[in-house]
T-cell receptor, first 112, second 114 residues
């Protein structure tokens, strides 16, 4: 079963613009993670935010978490062609023995 | 940086044949995962190991799939017999023990069943 739902399903923007992706989930969590997947490759961990954190930064990435709304957003600033990939959120649901549950991903295309 | 190794990278097989995938996790990572990913979807957990023990195989189709991690290091996932619906990317990941440990993925095996 998939708890996380990303939106939009696909996003196409011009290089240099900011990209925002959202993730919603259903049950209480311990933490939420974001991963990137280039076409035909494995997933790469980007950032982990704990349930008691509201915002976290890593380079051009900014992640927010709103536990009251059960949602998170990933912002990529000053996008580059190399950011073209699919982005997934994963949550460790407390009622699933902390097993990671994945969304279906947002496919991001950066146009040069 | 150390990587999770998977082989083969691609596999084409006919239905009813047996296939096997191999994974070597990052050294020191006690937790190993096998995921299946259908194009356009998120990963679906098949089996999770803690050292050599299975922690979760609730989503593993046990009539045809098997997985082992005999010495608690590398792991093999087998499908016998393969079905058309098994065509997917099979991803292996490893992590240190603990809920806040990120997963490190290999580049997967792309399986095509004809």
């Amino acid at each position: 079963s998939q708890q996380g739902e990303e939106d939009p399903q696909a996003l196409s923007i011009q290089e240099g613009e900011n990209a925002t992706m959202n993730c919603s989930y259903k049950t209480s969590i311990n933490n939420l993670q974001w991963y990137r997947q280039n076409s035909g490759r494995g997933l790469v961990h980007l950032i982990l935010i704990r349930s008691n954190e509201r915002e976290k930064h890593s380079g051009r990435l900014r992640v927010t978490l709103d536990t009251s709304k059960k949602s998170s957003s990933l912002l990529i600033t000053a996008s580059r062609a190399a950011d073209t990939a699919s982005y997934f959120c994963a949550t460790d649901a407390m009622d699933s023995n902390y097993q990671l549950i994945w969304g279906a991903g947002t496919k991001l295309i950066i146009k040069p | 940086e150390a990587e999770v190794a998977q082989s083969p990278r691609y596999k084409i097989t006919e239905k009813s044949q047996a296939v096997a995938f191999w994974c070597d996790p990052i050294s020191g990572h006690a937790t190993l995962y096998w995921y299946r990913q259908i194009l356009g979807q998120g990963p679906e957990l098949l089996v999770q190991f803690q050292d050599e023990s299975v922690v979760d195989d609730s989503q593993l189709p046990k009539d045809r799939f098997s997985a082992e991690r005999l010495k608690g290091v590398d792991s093999t996932l087998k499908i016998q017999p393969a079905e058309l619906g098994d065509s997917a990317m099979y991803l292996c990941a490893s992590s240190r023990t603990g809920n806040n440990s990120p997963l490190h993925f290999g580049n997967g095996t792309r399986l095509t069943v004809t």
